[in-house]
């Protein structure tokens, strides 16, 4: 008898131990979804401002609280008071963190992509989607889009291809930590303008 309390006590010292772990304790961070939507549906990450909205600084395709589907390419928060402007916003990114983004965009130049870039949220998963179906996936690595999905389909030398128009662009194959990060900075840098603004990558 005595045996078996003996063996019967760490067991149920471990089962009250789990028991006082919180259900859904946040086991990943932002890094490692490609898009807010996917953290969203996954639901197991840091929810900074607890607004039930996951991980609101990673780019679109996004999904708000207890909806059922991506906004396609929309912001968590709509346009709805968004910033206007006619400048042209030059999105700064540090050359050394990423090098290989950085890589893309000047070989995607040379080659005749604009460096003027309009911002269209609307239809950018489909445009991605689009693009990528054909390009085999690698482990370890992004397909990186210049110019992205978010800032073409609008404007001179943007609308190359049709079903959707603006669905072709420059892919190289970018290691996936430093795509999401890129990613993640891009939409947050994005994130107040309204569908319209024009934007360019600069490097520093």
């Not at 807010?36 to 679109?60: F, K, M, N, W």
């Not at 604009?114 to 370890?140: E, Y």
């Not at 001179?156 to 890129?182: C, D, K, T």
Request: aromatic share 8%; hydrophobic share 35%; glycine share 10%.
């Amino acid at each position: 008898m005595r045996l078996t309390l003996k063996l019967l006590f760490p067991l149920a010292a471990s089962l009250s131990l789990l028991s006082v772990l919180p259900a859904g304790a946040a086991a990943k961070s932002c890094s490692s979804y490609s898009n807010q939507a996917a953290a969203q549906r996954a639901a197991d990450t840091r929810d900074a401002d607890h607004d039930g909205i996951y991980c609101e600084s990673l780019p679109c395709p996004c999904l708000k609280k207890g909806a059922s589907g991506p906004t396609s390419g929309s912001s968590p928060s709509s346009e709805k008071g968004c910033s206007k402007t006619s400048t042209i916003q030059r999105l700064g990114f540090s050359a050394t963190k990423y090098p290989n983004i950085r890589r893309h965009f000047l070989r995607a130049v040379r080659a005749g992509w604009p460096r003027t870039l309009v911002l269209r949220r609307s239809g950018s998963d489909g445009r991605r989607n689009r693009l990528l179906r054909g390009i085999a996936t690698k482990r370890g690595y992004d397909r990186d889009e210049y110019p992205p999905a978010v800032g073409r389909g609008k404007g001179a030398g943007l609308m190359r291809g049709i079903n959707p128009v603006g669905w072709l662009a420059s892919v190289m194959y970018v290691p996936s930590s430093e795509n999401r990060s890129h990613g993640s900075v891009m939409g947050a840098k994005l994130r107040r303008f309204c569908s319209g603004t024009r934007f360019m990558y600069s490097f520093y």
